[in-house]
């Protein structure tokens, strides 16, 4: 799975040095010595770029760290052969420009969907979606929160 990161930004992940038997975990193992052979891919070339290897405490986890270059968007890999049992580890990124606005602007721009724009004025809700099935029994497809509202409706038949 390729996880969206920023670029300029800290990347860290981790993975595990498993033994021979599978499940348990190798602690000590240090990049400097030659137990980590790392390479990195940037759109399927192979780029020069520092990652940075160091076991979590002595739990046989060990924490990946790099910095995807500013303005080289796209794709990268992150490919980590652990020398004593020939097991590689990769982590896929793509990386993006502003990662927090795209996300928060995309969520914003589905909950005007449904809040916002139905109630600005009179307004054609898409046919289908949950506004439409709320508010409208024919095909005329408007909607206006100062008429047709609930608290409007109400208001209209003299209630409070």
């Given at each position: 799975m390729t996880r969206e990161v920023e670029d300029n930004v800290v990347v860290i992940d981790h993975f595990p040095a498993l033994e021979f038997d599978g499940y348990s975990k190798r602690s000590g193992l240090f990049?400097?010595?030659?137990?980590?052979?790392?390479?990195?891919?940037?759109?399927?070339t192979v780029v020069v770029i520092p990652?940075?290897?160091?076991?979590?405490?002595t739990s046989g986890e060990y924490k990946v760290?790099?910095?995807?270059?500013?303005?080289?968007l796209g794709y990268y890999q992150i490919q980590v052969l652990i020398d004593f049992n020939k097991e590689i580890w990769y982590g896929a990124y793509d990386v993006v420009d502003d990662l927090t606005i795209d996300v928060v602007s995309e969520i914003k721009a589905q909950a005007d969907k449904i809040d916002l724009v139905p109630t600005l004025g009179t307004n054609q809700v898409t046919t289908g979606s949950l506004m439409d099935r709320m508010m409208n029994k024919d095909s005329t497809k408007s909607y206006n929160q100062g008429t047709?509202?609930?608290?409007a409706t109400a208001d209209k038949l003299g209630g409070t």
């Open positions: 990049q400097g010595f030659g137990d980590f052979s790392i390479s990195v891919f940037y759109n399927g990652v940075t290897i160091t076991e979590i405490g760290e790099w910095t995807p270059p500013l303005n080289q047709d509202s609930m608290q």
